[in-house]
Each structure stands twice: as C-alpha cells, then as structure tokens.
C-alpha cells in the first residue's frame, strides 16, 4: 500500500493477535480543499482544551485568536495561553 497523499489520513493498527487493521480517510476538513468553518475550528479548539481550561479562559483565547491580525502586542495573547 502506498503512502497516503497530503489530503488524506491513514491509520494502521496492530491487534494484540498480530491482525492489523487500517483505515484511510480522505478530504477531512482543514485539508487542502476542504476548509474548516470558524464553527468546526472553535468546537475542535474547546474539545482539546475543555477539560484542562475554565470556559471563560477558553473564550478568551478564541477572541485572542480570532483577533490576531489587529494585534500590536502579542504578549497579551501568550499570557492567555500560559499555564
């Protein structure tokens, strides 16, 4: 099996019985061609921070983020992102 191209996503698993399973996804979203909405981006963004961040640090972050292009300073956005 050849090697999966820049748009798509393959994931081989090896069994505890030696069987191995693959699986190949093509054109997810955020792959080229295929843009995520700010909706997508922000729910995948909450999913990987909701359990370790408060909803309000979240929020702000995403404003951060949204926000970049207009700002001068970004040290204000990094003391959002530190722990």
Known sequence: MSA???DQAR???TLDDGRQVVRQ???LPGFPGQAMSRTDI???FRGNV???WPKERTD???QALWA???IE????????LAA
């Not at 300073?73 to 959002?80: A, G, H, P, T």
Request: proline share 3%; charged share 35%; aromatic share 0%.
């Open 60 to 62: 702000a972050v995403l």
């Open 42 to 44: 922000e729910r995948k």
């Open 4 to 6: 999966p191209s820049a």
């Open 50 to 52: 909701g359990q370790r």
């Open 11 to 13: 994931l081989a698993v």
């Open 68 to 70: 970049l292009d207009k």
């Open 73 to 80: 300073d970004v040290r204000s956005l990094m003391s959002k």
């Open 25 to 27: 996804v093509d054109n």
